[in-house]
């Protein structure tokens, strides 16, 4: 660690409550106060307020069940390698049914209660992982802190992808026995001491954003849940590696509207998340509502209805790139171009 005394000074003047709470919890004692505390930290490194809700909602979850007694955890073994117990916990007693890829699927839109109940039932081995969709964030932290990281799987290995989570537990759990921290020591280290010891706060939205030099699409449904158009919306989205803070995101609604119906700006540059689905992803904002254009008149269109995506429907299309041309013809047919 950088400087022992920035630690302790931060201890003694933030971190000792949240660590009250954290021991407690691994204690046995895991009530609402644990979910609270994992959402402000939350709060302050990550921009999306609807990506925070998503969190606090599983952990309170995760209390339930645990009072519940929905999981027998004397049936797990803990000492099996991440994709194992993953499917152990997904499946159950069917854990092989499912393909790498599907159970990743299942894996990412767990993976806050997931990696939760495993660091609750042997933190000395597993970390509850909350940077879903800040993975940029995680490597600065480990840059400023000498954590040496595991090499990135490939974007569609995902096996390979689900044992990085076990992976990564492993190098943090080495920092953590290299800095005499208890588990509860590192995850009030990784999600409260080390974000504000780089200064990297949720990120502001700023109204002036530098001119945008690349379009991406994005598609998504209604039944998201980091759905909205509300003005003050920011949520992390698919984008095409060539993305920067500035660029344009045109959104497409999948089933019932199969339509383009709003733009937003990314006030993020693209990064690697080997978390997340699409492995390659920004932050959005400032959407703005465009005269919605629908799949059916895409493909009627002269100009988009050559386009190989809009001919295969828009499948598989989420992140893509859209070629100049094609963003400035879209916004004309929405009236948009002369307010971009």
Not at 22 to 31: H, I, K, N
Not at 63 to 71: I, M, P, Q, Y
Not at 159 to 179: M, V
Not at 187 to 197: E, I, N, T
Request: glycine share 6%; charged share 20%.
């Amino acid at each position: 660690m950088s400087s022992k005394e920035e630690w302790n000074t931060f201890l003694q003047t933030k971190g000792l409550p949240v660590l009250a709470v954290f021991e407690d919890a691994l204690a046995g004692s895991c009530g609402p106060a644990f979910a609270d505390a994992v959402r402000s930290l939350h709060r302050q490194y990550c921009p999306s307020r609807a990506l925070t809700g998503i969190l606090h909602d599983a952990l309170l979850q995760i209390l339930e069940d645990r009072r519940a007694g929905a999981f027998t955890e004397a049936d797990l073994d803990l000492s099996a390698d991440s994709v194992s117990l993953v499917r152990a916990l997904l499946y159950g007693d069917d854990p092989v049914a499912k393909s790498d890829l599907e159970c990743f699927r299942d894996f990412e839109e767990n993976l806050f209660y997931l990696s939760t109940f495993l660091a609750l039932q042997a933190p000395e081995r597993f970390l509850p992982y909350y940077f879903y969709c800040r993975f940029d964030l995680l490597c600065q932290i480990a840059k400023r802190f000498g954590i040496l990281l595991p090499p990135l799987p490939a974007e569609n290995d995902f096996r390979g992808r689900l044992l990085y989570y076990g992976a990564l537990c492993s190098s943090l759990q080495a920092f953590r026995r290299k800095e005499g921290l208890t588990p509860a020591g590192l995850w009030l280290f990784l999600y409260g001491y080390a974000p504000l010891a780089i200064r990297q706060a949720a990120p502001s939205l700023p109204e002036v954003l530098p001119p945008a030099r690349h379009a991406c699409l994005v598609c998504t449904s209604r039944d998201d849940p980091l759905f909205s158009e509300k003005p003050e919306t920011v949520v992390p989205r698919p984008a095409s590696p060539e993305i920067k803070r500035g660029d344009f995101a045109v959104q497409f609604l999948r089933v019932p509207d199969n339509a383009a119906t709003s733009v937003w700006r990314f006030v993020s540059d693209a990064f690697t998340d080997p978390f997340y689905f699409h492995y390659t992803c920004a932050y959005t904002a400032h959407p703005k509502k465009l005269k919605t254009i629908s799949l059916r008149w895409m493909q009627k269109d002269h100009f988009l209805g050559r386009s190989p995506l809009v001919r295969k429907h828009l499948i598989g299309a989420s992140g893509t790139a859209i070629p100049a041309e094609g963003f400035n013809h879209l916004m004309e047919l929405a009236g948009e171009a002369a307010r971009l």
